[in-house]
């Protein structure tokens, strides 16, 4: 499986942005796609997941109420509209995927990974 994400820019605080990860190669139903970021300085942290089949979905708590996790099956991508931004949000946004039925947290969990794309927030 093959990931790449995009979508990122420089918004301001209070804009929304929707980043979007392709995926190719054989998703099975099984597979969870996730949304992991990494501010400078800091390690990745968990953002979101859905499963691919059912659409189940979790979200970090920093994020819950401003950022939505999404999939287009017949397009194979994976969505992440945020809004709200704050500055808090700067980072570079990475797109992952497993082959088992898990909306795992751990970033370790994650077999497939893409390349970042980085989403500014200006005060």
């Known amino acids: 499986v093959q990931l790449q994400a995009y979508g990122g820019g420089l918004v301001q605080t209070g804009d929304s942005l929707r980043l979007s990860c392709a995926a190719s190669?054989?998703?099975?139903?099984?597979?969870?796609m996730g949304w992991f970021r990494q501010a400078p300085g800091k390690e990745r942290e968990f953002v979101a997941a859905?499963?691919?089949?059912?659409?189940?979905?979790r979200h970090a708590e920093s994020v819950k109420g401003r950022f939505t996790i999404s999939r287009d099956k017949d397009k194979n991508t994976v969505y992440l509209q945020m809004n709200s931004l704050t500055p808090e949000d700067t980072a570079v946004y990475y797109c992952?995927?497993?082959?088992?039925?898990?909306?795992?947290?751990?970033?370790?969990?994650?077999?497939?990974w893409g390349q970042g794309t980085l989403v500014t927030v200006s005060s």
């Open positions: 992952a995927a497993r082959p088992t039925a898990v909306l795992s947290v751990v970033t370790e969990s994650y077999n497939y």
């Open positions: 190669g054989r998703i099975l139903s099984s597979y969870v």
């Open positions: 859905i499963h691919w089949s059912g659409g189940s979905t």
